[in-house]
């Protein structure tokens, strides 16, 4: 299997905390891995790392074998830095967000993030102005018709597989909660990725909903030939879903392999559980 | 379904294109039958005028988010460009009658030409200040940009520049439309025509812009720029050709007015024009072009024409001594305040104006409302009685 | 030390307005465009106070008249926008500057007023070689002193510490039972009450009094502000003696000198890009 996404060595700080600690996971092509950990482990600032939110401290993160940040600790850092492997990398390399969607990673927002006023349709057309072939001037002279006519097929196509094409005309924001979580995720395929990345896909919604959604997810990894990278508090979903498990407690990894190997660590019982005085 | 839908815009966009010519048409039957000094043809040309400059701000601070306040500067640097080019050859040395030496500039230039230029100049110029401007957050960037506008509005001025914009003198007796048509058969529509002409295609390219895939990016940026971000969307490219764009159009509103007033001098673009102009997008609605256009026209007329008898001591037939100088501006202010406080979304808000649904909202009147309205005061009688 | 010394006071008056503008963002987050037309509308009520009464009761009353159309404007302009986006809220403020420039107007009919000669400020003095007049070495005292009072108030007073906690955090405080309007008047009529003060001390400086004077002491306090790091009030009173005394200087060098407020804006620009938060500014950061 080919790995895709390589997270090196990465720190996070902030001022004086260290939010993630020196980090290191690998997601491969075609597989589905579950980043866990309880509350303010440091989940979405991985993911805030890997998408070019933030500039990681210290570390690297590659994508398809190739390069995309790099960074130590430098400026005010330097007498800060809290964490492992200082001097390991001398680059600082750092990519915007849409750079690295250009790419072929596409996320999900933990807090849905949707164009409030726009329709269900354009916020899926947005998300493919990035693989435009067409300038300003072409588009706004109506010169890129055709196009325009190809997106517009495309995500009416991914509006269906989602199952929102009947809201398609709608406002993004009058959608009940469930298929905005479902908007997001067709906003972030319509960029063509290789790689996607969600956040929280079952925040808030009930057993049943969540049920449905891990079938989802298998359904885009499937029929989109996706890799899929997520973070769940939901265990029965990551536990059913997930090819592989990372687990991790204030910004450390614990823990790491498949979900029967998780489920039996102490370590991830501990950290969820908190550590009985008995033992 | 669909089919209904498109068809239904189809139906829309036709009856909307017929109200437009019918509209042109109106202009050129003014255009016919009025003098250069009728009230009614300056007002129709500062609106169209203002109209350019305020969608030009709409698509900058209601369609992108970026709340700019440099529009004056713009518009001065397209009015000072435009203006260079255009004072005819032999007036320019009396003109350039306090610079010693004279103008060094010697080209003339067809007015559209040089309107084109003025645009073009002030575009450059938004670019050069928008790379380091445009990264800064909503007011810091409304403050840096009206920090500029009144830089450009001093250096013009600076007497060393005399030889290109005549230091702190106007560039006056500017060549206009109807000059500049005269002799030709187009001679008789060149009061209003060409500004309408001019704004119009002005317009329409801003409404090409918003509607086409970069138009939705600069919504999507004043929506949520994080998402956007992820969404792949360039921020620093796409705000900068919003307000490059915005820019040249509001360049060419400039050398719009230059032409309008056949004269320029630094002293009008202060940050108090950008504030009229902002406040025009407000009445308007913000995000709404056509609310633009409506409040330009609102604004203009009232200032300038129907309000005029608040300062001249008569109003719709009343007489006071508390109508003099400035009321006029006094009673305007206080209907803008309550719009700003009340009507938080303008006259349109976020709507584009459609002859259909317009059309629509009458059909709803007659057929709905309004005889409801005679049944409830039928009831009412029956009840009375 | 012909350019320094009115550097200072000017820089001194700017300071007074400056933190009205700091004040008004650090709790709202609002740049409050009327405050430049604030500090005019005194200026006038001056004018127009002295020709019915006597200096000693027209200076306190005017002052009181300001802090008082401080309140007002923020009740009537910015209140009932609360909830709303913070463009809405600037859109506010500028209209309400439109509406008290153009007031201005009508009730002056356009006229440039003479401002009253305050005897006590405009003699004559010789200091350090140079001949200025009194106003120019009261300044500076009289800021140190009122600023010294503010940050008394704003450390060791009930209302200051939930200025303080408004500033830090508007809804929290607001969940812990903080007064938020209360906080708020209080903040507009410290405001408008220096900008008064300001405005004798600069109007004493300058003949008369026009509806568009205002604008320019305003932005440049508002410069200032920036300069120093919006929020801070001591960044405020060191932006604005900067602000000042650049000003003067170039007014100095005839070459130059047209280009005294260009190079205000250019400063803002300039410190704008390579550190938007001030001097004393402190940084956000954005969560997602």
Sequence with gaps: MKNILDIENVTMQFGGVVAVNNLSLTVNEGEIVSLIGPNGAGKTTVFNAVTGVYEPTNGRISFYGEKILENYPHGKMKKLYAGENRGMYTERMVKTPDRITKLGIARTFQNIRLFKSMTVMENVLLAMHVRRTSNYFTATFCLNAKEEAANRAKAEELLKAVGLYENRDDLATSLPYGKQRHLEIARALATQPTLLLLDEPAAGMNPQETEELTAFIRHIRDTFHMTIFLIEHHMNLVMDISDRIYVIDFGKLICSGTPDVVQADKRVIDAYLGVSEVD | ?385 | MDYLLPGISAGGQYALIAIGYTLVYGILRLINFAHGDVFMVAGLMMVYATTYMPLYVSIPLVLILTAVLGFGIERAAYKPLRSSPRMSVMISAIGVSYLLQNLALYITGGLAKVYPTIKFLSETITIFGSTTRRVTVITPILVLVLVVALVLVIRYTKIGMAMRAVSKDFTTSQLMGIRINTVISATFVIGSFLAAVGSVLYFSNYPSVVPTSGAMPGLRAFVAAVVGGIGSIPGAVVGAFIVGICESLIKGIPEISIFSDAFTFLLLIVILCVKPTGIFGEKNIDKV
């Design chain 2, 1 to 385: 379904m669909k089919k209904n839908n498109t068809s239904k815009s189809r139906l829309s966009l036709y009856c909307n294109l017929g109200a437009l010519l019918l509209a042109f048409i109106l202009v050129l039957v003014i255009d016919a039958t009025h003098n250069p000094t009728d009230m009614l043809v300056k007002v129709l040309q500062k609106v169209c005028v203002y109209a350019v400059v305020a969608v030009s701000m709409n698509l900058l601070n209601g369609f992108t988010g970026l709340f700019s306040l440099g529009q004056a500067g713009f518009m001065l640097l397209g009015a000072y460009t435009c203006a260079i080019f255009i004072i005819p050859d032999e007036v320019r040395g009396q003109v350039y009658g306090y610079i010693e030496g004279g103008s060094i500039v010697h080209v003339r230039l067809p007015l559209i030409v040089a309107i084109l230029l003025g645009g073009l100049v002030a575009a450059l110029f938004a670019f050069l200040i928008g790379l380091p401007v445009l990264k800064l957050k909503s007011d810091y960037l409304a403050i840096a940009t009206l920090g500029f506008a009144e830089i450009v509005r001093t250096i013009v001025t600076w007497e060393k520049l005399g030889p290109v914009t005549n230091g702190s003198f106007p560039l006056s007796k500017l060549n206009t439309f109807r000059k500049a048509l005269e002799g030709t058969p187009f001679e008789k529509f060149s009061l209003v025509t060409p500004y309408f002409l001019i704004a119009g295609i002005c317009i329409a390219v801003i409404v090409l812009i918003i509607r086409s895939t970069y138009g939705r990016a600069f919504k999507a940026i004043r929506d949520d720029e994080i998402a956007a971000e992820a969404m792949g969307i360039n921020l620093a490219h796409h705000k900068r050709l919003s307000f490059v764009t915005s820019s040249f159009f509001a360049g060419i509103g400039g050398a719009l007015f230059a032409i309008f007033q056949a004269s320029v001098s630094a002293a009008p673009f202060t940050s108090a024009m950008t504030y009229e102009i902002l406040l025009i997008v407000v009445i308007g609605g913000i995000g709404s072009i056509t609310g633009s256009v409506l409040g330009s026209f609102l604004f203009i007329a009232s200032s300038e024409w129907w309000l005029r008898g608040l300062d001249s001591g008569k109003f719709l037939g009343i007489s006071s001594p508390v109508f003099r100088n400035g009321f006029r501006l006094v009673v305007f202010s206080v209907i803008i305040m309550i719009f700003v406080l009340f009507f938080r979304k303008g006259i349109m808000g976020t709507k584009e104006f459609d002859v259909v649904k317009i059309g629509g909202f009458f059909k709803k009147l007659f057929t709905e409302t309004v005889p409801g309205w005679l049944k409830k005061i039928k009831h009412k009688e029956a009840a009375d009685q």
